[in-house]
């Protein structure tokens, strides 16, 4: 063992140690290098001209592996499968289900069999439906494969060919071309001055990046000669060398990072993992205690094991994972429409306990496509700053189209740019996507540039292509269009201006120049556009006042201080400007040049500064390209905010919510839009330092601004590292408003760690492969589903598919809603818990019949309760959920409060109902209360004969009929008149069970029939047995069976109950082939203790004492002991005394067909030689029905004149009457002599009752029938006490159900708008109508059909549950005061003593 754990703890601490490397930014030197450094052989070892050969390419293959990243190990979905079934709420129901099939091989009872196999189907459903839900996203490393390029240019032994990506290596050379992914982490050696990499699924960078073959940072990140796996080459070409390749590039230690992160347990999960500890630790608690305690007090193993399960099976809500994962289920179908696609279930929750959004910038607040924010241009006296419409100004246009500078402008924007609309954006396409559709006149139909207005700012139809700049231009000039072809239309514009010479743009220049023609005046025009530092520099002249004049300093400063002042916003900045050439010397003859042999310069006016330089080939200026150009002003551009994020960071920030920008963007462009989306709102700490240093204040002087005191910083990367103390963490992160830039995914991760460190829920945001370590590492990942990567969705619990933040808002929404909805769904839940153990502990304590089951505990839990419970799911909010604060950890899912509430309150006026029902019940059926204690053995009441000790009263036959002659104080009941009738004056004095005196532990023979006395043994499996002595025992001290003639009046009685065909063993539940269901009830037939004849010393005497009888539940009257043996019919010696005492010899005495068994009994048989049949001397043995041709007697106990049909049908019996008499007397088989004859009440021919033991085809001319009135009055009784309990609980949880709708406001408030509850409670109805009406599944459940009147009893408890809890909730309201803090909108309320004490 202490290997193992050893070994483990070395384990753990090299895979955190592997962690913390990965969570380090990268080090790497090889952008420092120079050229030699790098290829000399101490280090790549390859020639950068002639490449690696073949043979090293190999080796180094073999050496650094495939250039492909690892995927990590995979778990068998079988032990996934086997994990989802061992949790612990279902090892608590595996644990209940063993109970029960340990308790069905102990005593056979197929309930528990069946109880056994429901809890089974559970767990095991759950199981399924579990792993099938977390399965759905193991494909994370998958998405990192779509990065790589499928094949490669590389340099090898001096010639060029493609390689299969996965095969380059370390010192390969490689070619990149615009529109390539970077196959691995390459050192440019040369590129093309326009080569650019787009670094947004990296670093978050909004824009494409310069890339050369100069070190320009330490940082790699920053550095423009290092490009990384996975981006992306937009424009230009280079070639390179291969630093690093597979898992050791920087997108590889990102995605081990992403891969090794560990998501975080849900909130949701951890709350019901919570709730299933307290709800399991009270079902063990009580289960162990009381049986114990059951054990204790006498109660049998098996009782107490029944017992155990039912605490246990009343205890745990088996169906609230259903709930709650149906609940989950509906909110995130809701979500869904509101495009937000939830991939974990519990993730919706999640995102309602968010206290901290950590969000990318760019793609997530941002729109990732670039917009022309402002422009400038010549006003009447100056050049002006005005807005564009765009997000970033709230959609607000503020320039004059009408003015000729601004015209001049768009004008030049639109030729000197080469991005353009793609055709198939502008017409509308037929669904093969190749042919136009056309307008009734054949003309295309065209598509409008112009979308709808979201909010507040145009979207547009048209899709643009090239630089993102130049399509933000275009789409500007565009918008200006009011119909194609005008004045404005980007293809018009081009038409009537043809392009005649072009200057790229390039890095030295910084500038792009255009000479078009304008074909209205036949002028060509210069048109340049580029840094605005350069441009300005070119131009002597401006256009003010609609007129050009000279550019001054004067206006130059104001040009230069607007630029500044728009760079300081995090806008970019382009210049224009232009130049009409004398159309004397520049015509269509001339030929434009950007240098020629002579000069070095273009042949045309582009604002160069004069020059003397002579360069290394003896050029010179061109004098030409000297002339000044017009400045025409600037656009302003800016990836802006998303339009609706403003107004969702403020919703997020009323809410409570911490909204922090975590980007890779340059610090002033992040702080910019944090400005601009609400994120910051108040002076930063480094604009303080920066002011204090500008306008020279001191600290202690009256100005100084105290850095210290700031709520708003932006922390650049380069300030964050693994190693910072955790105060330096809780120094920033403190601060209301929080920037973070120029982070690198390591760092993104260790500020989610961070922030969840100092206990924040923490949802985080993004869309790049950069953004994926802390989307998965967050409490809830979420990406853009448009925008995003196929990595960042893959590590996402939830994706807004229209990529908006406002979304995200939506979803906080829904979270807080669905755990509002949550708690009143569980409180609701387990109300039923009180009145499901109640009953268990009264059947234990008072040992009362067990007024409810474990089937009907199911039937509550998994049926009626299902649909209401998941109805809650749709409840709408009590109030304004986004004024609050996010919930606590200590405001947990499942409280003490609540549990008083459910329990304490609304769960005991539910049992009280129940009880109170099944009293009612149980007294309408002639089970009065007083006579119910300590008489409610499961494997008494109901199974065996129920004797009481009656005060007055009558004795009442099948027709209603009192017979005057008996006086039930002191007369045993007869069989013509086996029922007792209180009338005005009776009443039962009290009631208890015969001495099951009897008992042997050993199993009948395999050949024992229950129906054939000759297979009886002195056996009884076990079980207490009554015997002929303690029936007589008790006849002889008056207490007499009782049947009660309001069970004779009740719909579930059968006359056949006073003659029960033993053959029938589906009838009653008394009677049964399983041995242990029959010996624990009135077997066929008695045993009698004195005859006996297995051991001579113990004849005519009770013998072998086994200790006491008395069991618990079963209880039997003092005066029982009082008998006289003398007095039996049994042939018991006069010393024999009636004892309390078990004994293990007995005989049994209902001989048939067996004169030799028959006359070991004689006492209390008569044996009829000619018919071969004996006949009882008692009531309590079997009887049977025969046929004489010549007797039609009254109903005795005599053999001769027992009830029968003679073979003409003739009227038999007391009651005149041949339905009574022929049709109920053994039901069709009391038989008559002749044979196949017919029987005239049900025309079927008389085949005479065969027995098990005699010769197929032999026939006999009685059947054995058995007096279960008793027993099956009781049981039925029962059956419908439970039903009727069950009712109760139902009704009790309809009012629980409209208490829980609200936690704070009157029912009256909220209103009954949830359609889906009103579906609920009506299913809820319906589904007990059917359970207790629908046959046979109420008898297999254990319901009856239950009178209408027996439904009213629970009726007045729920109106009590409601009026109940709506004064509470009044009462909260009244004494708990509400306020908004005027700083964050919230609500806050101070708890009254009531909510303290009562909420919940």
């Keep these: 063992m202490k290997l193992f754990s050893s070994w483990r703890k070395r384990s753990v601490d090299n895979e955190a140690k592997n962690n913390d490397d990965l969570k380090r930014n990268v080090q790497v ?53 086997l994990k989802e079934l061992s949790g612990f709420f279902s090892l608590l129901l595996w ?100 080569f650019q990499v787009d670094n947004a699924a990296l670093t978050g960078e909004s824009e494409p990046q310069k890339r050369s073959s100069v070190c320009t940072h330490d940082d790699p990140l920053e550095t423009t000669n290092l490009c990384f796996f996975g981006t992306l080459a937009p424009e230009g070409s280079c070639k390179a060398i291969v630093i690093e390749t597979g898992d050791r590039t920087i997108m590889g230690r990102v995605a081990a990072l992403a891969m090794s992160t560990k998501k975080e347990q849900t909130p949701i999960n951890k709350e019901i993992h919570h709730f299933i500890l307290v709800i399991s630790g009270i079902a063990l608690f009580l289960g162990v205690l009381f049986f114990l305690l059951s054990i204790g007090i006498g109660t049998p193993f098996i009782e107490s094991l029944v017992f155990t399960i039912g605490i246990i099976v009343a205890n745990v ?112 396409y037929q669904d093969d996507g190749e042919t136009k559709e ?149 015509n269509n003859e001339f030929k434009y040049a950007a240098e020629n042999d002579e000069f070095y310069s273009c042949n045309f006016p582009i604002g160069d500064a004069p020059s003397d330089v002579i360069d290394s080939h003896g050029k010179t200026q061109n004098p030409q390209s000297t002339g000044g150009l017009v400045f025409l002003g600037m656009f302003a551009l800016i990836d802006p905010p998303r339009p ?70 932006v922390v650049p990367g380069s300030e964050l590292s693994p190693d910072m103390k955790e105060s330096d963490w809780d120094f920033i992160l403190n601060h209301r408003q929080v920037v973070f830039a120029r982070t690198s995914p390591q760092q993104k991760l260790i500020i989610v760690e961070n922030c969840q460190r100092l206990g924040h829920i923490v949802a985080v945001t993004g869309d790049g492969v950069n953004d994926s370590p802390a989307i998965k590492k967050a409490d809830i990942g979420i990406a853009m589903g448009m925008s995003g990567s196929e990595v960042s969705k893959q590590a996402a619990d939830m994706i807004l598919l229209d990529d908006d933040f406002g979304s995200i808002v939506n979803g906080v929404e829904e979270g807080r809603l669905i755990f509002d909805n949550l708690k009143k769904s569980i409180a609701y839940t387990i109300q039923s818990n009180i009145p499901e153990i109640t009953p268990f502990l009264a059947f234990i304590i008072f040992a009362i019949p067990l007024p409810l089951t474990t089937f009907l505990i199911l039937a509550i839990d998994l049926g009626t309760d299902m649909i209401p419970a998941i109805s809650m799911a749709s409840e709408q909010p009590e109030a304004d959920i986004m004024q609050r604060r996010p919930r606590t950890k200590s405001d947990r899912l499942v409280t003490p409060a609540m549990i008083q509430f ?181 077997a066929a037939g008695l045993w009698s203790l004195c005859e006996q004849t297995s051991d001579p010393s113990c004849e005519n005497q009770f013998c072998g004492d086994r200790g006491s009888a008395i069991v618990r539940g079963v209880e039997v009257p003092a005066a029982a002991l009082n008998a006289d043996p003398s007095r039996f019919s049994t042939n018991c010696t006069a010393q024999t005394a009636m004892t309390s005492n078990l004994y293990d010899n007995a005989l049994y005495c209902n001989g048939q067909g067996s004169e030799t068994l028959s006359a070991s009994c004689a006492s209390v048989n008569q044996y009829d030689l000619e018919n071969d049949i004996a006949y009882p001397n008692n009531n309590f043995q079997t ?136 579906f609920g409670i009506g299913t809820e109805v319906m589904l007990v109508l059917f359970l207790c009406y629908c046959e046979p599944l109420n008898v297999g459940l254990g319901t009856r059909n239950l009178r209408l009147v027996h439904f009213f009893p629970a009726i007045p408890f729920a109106i009590l549950i409601v009026c109940f809890d709506e004064a509470r909730k009044a009462l909260m309201r009244m004494t708990s005061r509400e306020g908004v803090d005027p700083i964050s909108g919230q609500k806050v309320r101070g708890k009254g003593w009531i909510e303290r004490n009562f909420g919940y």
């Design 29 to 81: 030197t090889a952008h420092k290098e120079t050229i030699e450094e790098l290829t000399s052989s101490s280090r790549l070892n390859v020639n950068p001209h002639t490449g690696l050969d073949a043979d090293d390419a190999k080796q180094r293959l073999v050496t650094h592996g495939m250039n492909m990243l690892t995927p990590p190990k995979q778990t068998p979905a079988w032990i996934k499968f």
């Design 95 to 194: 644990g209940g289900a063993l109970l029960c099939f340990v308790g069905y091989s102990i005593d056979g009872s197929e309930d528990h069999l069946f109880l056994g196999i429901v809890l089974v189907v559970v767990v095991v459903v759950t199981g399924i439906f579990s792993f099938v839900q977390n399965s759905k996203s193991e494909s994370l490393m998958n998405s990192f494969k779509s990065m790589l390029p499928p094949k490669v240019k590389v340099l090898r032994g001096g010639t060029t060919d493609e390689v299969v990506s996965t095969k380059i290596v370390p010192g390969d050379i490689v070619f990149v071309e615009a529109g390539d992914l970077i196959p691995a982490d390459i050192r440019v050696l040369e590129c093309s001055d326009n």
């Design 317 to 428: 809500p088996e169906g609230l994972l259903a709930t709650v994962t149906v609940c989950l289920t509906l909110t995130a179908k809701r979500m869904h429409a509101k495009k937000v696609l939830v991939k974990n279930l519990e993730g919706v929750e999640t995102l309602g306990s968010t206290s901290c959004i950590c969000s990318d910038k760019t793609g997530t607040l941002t729109m990732n496509v670039m917009t022309v924010a402002q422009v400038v241009y010549g006003g009447l006296n100056a050049f002006i700053t005005e807005d564009a419409p765009s997000s970033f100004t709230g959609g607000k246009k503020t320039y004059d189209t009408t003015n000729l500078c601004f015209q001049k402008l768009l004008r030049c924007a639109a030729l000197c740019n080469v991005a353009t609309f793609t055709e198939g954006s502008k017409w509308k």
């Design 438 to 586: 056309l307008d009734e006149f054949g003309n295309p139909i065209p598509i409008p540039f112009k979308g709808v207005v979201a909010q507040g700012v145009d979207t547009y139809n048209w899709k643009p292509v090239g630089n993102a700049s130049e399509c933000a231009m275009i789409k500007l000039v565009q918008s200006e269009s009011s119909t194609p072809r005008d004045e404005y239309d980007v293809d018009s514009i081009r038409s009537s201006h043809p392009v005649k010479y072009t200057i790229p743009f390039n890095s030295k220049n910084k500038y792009q120049v255009h000479v078009h023609e304008d074909t209205s005046s036949g002028r060509h025009l210069v048109l340049m556009k580029g840094a605005p530092e350069r441009i300005l520099d070119r131009c002597t002249h401006a256009v003010i006042g609609g007129m050009i004049v000279e550019l001054d300093e004067n206006e130059r400063i104001n040009i230069i201080e607007q630029q500044e002042a728009l760079s300081a916003n995090g806008l970019r900045c382009l210049g224009f400007a232009e130049k009409e050439l004398d159309t004397n010397v520049y």
């Design 644 to 713: 609706a994020v403003p107004g969702a960071v403020k919703r997020c920030q009323t809410a409570g919510i911490k909204v922090i920008m975590v980007t890779g963007d340059h610090p002033v462009t992040a702080q910019s839009i944090a400005f601009k989306c609400g994120i910051l709102w108040s002076k930063t700490r480094g604009d303080m330092i920066k002011d204090n240093i500008k306008f020279g204040r001191t600290f202690g002087s009256a100005d100084y601004e105290n850095p210290d005191d700031a709520e708003a910083i």
């Design 902 to 1082: 459910s329990y304490g309150y609304i769960g005991m006026i539910q049992a009280l109902a129940g009880f109170f029902t099944y009293m009612v019940v149980m007294n309408d059926y002639g089970y009065k209360p007083q006579i119910l204690f300590n008489r409610g053995n499961s494997d008494a009441f109901g199974h065996q004969p129920f004797f009481c000790k009656f005060s007055g009263g009558h004795y009442v036959n099948l027709a209603g009929d009192i017979n005057e002659g008996l006086n039930p104080s002191i007369d045993p009941p007869t069989r013509e008149y086996p029922f007792w009738f209180e009338g005005y004056d009776g009443k039962v004095v009290d009631c208890g069970y015969a001495y099951n005196d009897f008992l042997s532990d050993g199993s009948p023979t395999l050949l024992f029939d229950f129906r054939n006395s000759e297979t009886y043994t002195t056996e009884t499996n076990g079980k207490h047995t009554a015997t002929i002595e303690s029936y007589e025992a008790m006849e002889q001290n008056h207490y007499f069976e009782y049947i009660p003639w309001r069970g004779r009046t009740s719909s579930y009685w059968d006359d056949s109950m006073l003659f029960h065909n033993t053959n029938d063993v589906n009838k009653g539940g008394n009677l049964a082939q399983n041995t242990n269901t029959y010996f624990r009830g009135r």
């Design 1183 to 1318: 009887f049977y029905c025969m046929g004489v041709t010549d007797s039609c007697g009254q109903l005795t106990d005599e053999p001769k004149t027992l009830p029968f049909c003679d073979s003409e049908g003739n009227v038999c019996g007391a009651f005149n009457d041949k339905a009574v008499d022929c049709s109920y007397m053994c039901e069709g088989y009391c038989y008559w002599p002749g044979s196949n004859a017919v029987n005239p009440n049900t025309s079927q021919v008389s085949s005479f009752t065969q027995f098990k033991t005699e010769t197929p085809g032999s026939s006999a001319k009685y059947q054995q029938c058995v007096n279960i009135g008793s027993q099956e009055a009781a049981h039925e009784a029962l059956r419908h006490a439970q039903g009727a309990f069950f009712v109760s609980i139902v009704i009790g949880q309809i009012a629980g159900l409209l208490v829980c709708k609200t936690r704070w406001l009157s029912i009256k408030s909220q209103g009954m708008q949830n359609k889906f509850m009103l």
